[in-house]
Every structure is written in structure tokens, then in C-alpha cells.
T-cell receptor, first 112, second 111 residues
Framework: QQQVKQSPQSLIVQKGGISIINCAYE??????FPWYQQFPGKGPALLIA?????SEKKEGRFTISFNKSAKQFSLHIMDSQPGDSATYFC???????????FGTGTRLTIIP | NAGVTQTPKFQVLKTGQSMTLQCAQD?????MSWYRQDPGMGLRLIHY???????DQGEVPNGYNVSRSTTEDFPLRLLSAAPSQTSVYFC??????????FGPGTRLLVL
């Protein structure tokens, strides 16, 4: 079963706009929620991550919003740039457990 | 540091053939994992290791074997390849922190 559901599957945003990708999870034991960025032909790379004791984390133009009661978290990319065009994956993991569960990915395209 | 390296980059196999995908890391990381990436399915964990001599199954372990004789290396073996194993395979490692570092991937085609 899909323990982490990600939407949308693809997203087109104008340069300078805000890109928003959403994820929902089922397992309440998850306590680490990273976002990965993947460019074509490359491995995923950690972009930003959050733990459930905070509702928001910001690093530069990238922000994670976390809603523990709704079991949802989202990635916001402010002032989106063509270089942000990539596939983004949300993920979740239990504390002390090596099993990282990924969402199905969102292909983001930033158009000029 | 080279980080996480994987070989080969690309491989074509015939059904029933065996092969080993190599993964090495030079960061002295304790944790290593293998994932497969298929269109529309994200990355799925195949096997993982929490240290030399210790391995465990992930979400999709059938058809794959692993061993971890050293901290640096974590090979993935396909004993009898099937077309369903056509995928892109990623190895990852993690030290004491939370960040997983992924290798560049191996693209496998099974005919």
C-alpha cells in the first residue's frame, strides 16, 4: 500500500511563481520527513527535511509546511527558477528505522 | 571524497542471467541501502544494512541478495534476472546524521 501519497504528478509554474507540492502519510510513527530533488540522469539529493515537532522549516527559497493533525506536509518553492526544474520526492521514516518510504514524485517544470 | 559510487552505469541482461551491482562509499557511513526507481512508483527500498555483517529486507526484496562484508561496500546480486527487474537502481549511504547520500544509479534492462 502507498504509505506516502504525493500530488500533483506534474506541475508547470511560471518563473518567479510559487511551486507547491503536497504529501500525505498514514503511519503516525513517522517522525522524519525529507524532500529530495532529482535531476535527469542523477541520483536524488536531499533538499530540506523536517521533524514533526515544528510546523514549518525554511531554507532559502524552500519551505516545508507540516500539519501533524492532518498528517500532511508540503514543499513550497518561492520565486521559482528554471534551474528548479526537476523531479521532487517527499519521503518519511520512523525514528531509529532505516526504512525510508518515498512518494511517487512530482515533475516540476518552470517556464520563462 | 568520491561519495557513493556505483558500477556499472548501464547494463543489459538476458532473462535468467545473474549479475552484481556494485556500490561503494568512502565516507565511513554505517548505513547503506539499495532502492529501485520505476516510473510512477517513486523509489522503493530493496535491502539495507546497518553495519558490516548486518543486512535486512526492505519493501521489495524478492529476487535480490545482499551482503556487507566491509563498511565501504554493499553489492546487490540478481541471481536470475527477470524483465520485471528492469529499473534504475540507486545505492545510498548515511552516517550518524539523517541525510542519505545517493549514488548516480545503475540503469538495468532485462530482455
Amino acid at each position: 500500500q502507498q504509505q506516502v501519497k504525493q500530488s500533483p504528478q506534474s506541475l508547470i509554474v511560471q518563473k518567479g511563481g510559487i511551486s507547491i507540492i503536497n504529501c500525505a502519510y498514514e503511519n503516525t510513527a513517522f517522525d522524519y520527513f525529507p524532500w529530495y530533488q532529482q535531476f535527469p540522469g542523477k541520483g536524488p539529493a536531499l533538499l530540506i527535511a523536517i521533524r514533526p515537532d515544528v510546523s514549518e522549516k525554511k531554507e532559502g527559497r524552500f519551505t516545508i509546511s507540516f500539519n501533524k493533525s492532518a498528517k500532511q506536509f508540503s514543499l513550497h518553492i518561492m520565486d521559482s527558477q528554471p534551474g528548479d526544474s526537476a523531479t521532487y520526492f517527499c519521503a518519511a521514516r520512523n525514528f531509529g528505522n532505516e526504512k525510508l518510504t518515498f512518494g511517487t514524485g512530482t515533475r516540476l517544470t518552470i517556464i520563462p | 571524497n568520491a561519495g557513493v559510487t556505483q558500477t556499472p552505469k548501464f547494463q543489459v541482461l538476458k532473462t535468467g542471467q545473474s549479475m552484481t551491482l556494485q556500490c561503494a562509499q568512502d565516507m565511513n557511513h554505517e548505513y547503506m541501502s539499495w532502492y529501485r526507481q520505476d516510473p510512477g512508483m517513486g523509489l522503493r527500498l530493496i535491502h539495507y544494512s546497518v553495519g558490516a555483517g548486518i543486512t535486512d529486507q526492505g519493501e521489495v526484496p524478492n529476487g535480490y541478495n545482499v551482503s556487507r562484508s566491509t563498511t565501504e561496500d554493499f553489492p546487490l546480486r540478481l541471481l536470475s534476472a527477470a524483465p520485471s527487474q528492469t529499473s534504475v537502481y540507486f545505492c545510498a549511504s548515511r552516517g550518524g546524521g539523517e541525510t542519505q547520500y545517493f549514488g548516480p544509479g545503475t540503469r538495468l534492462l532485462v530482455l
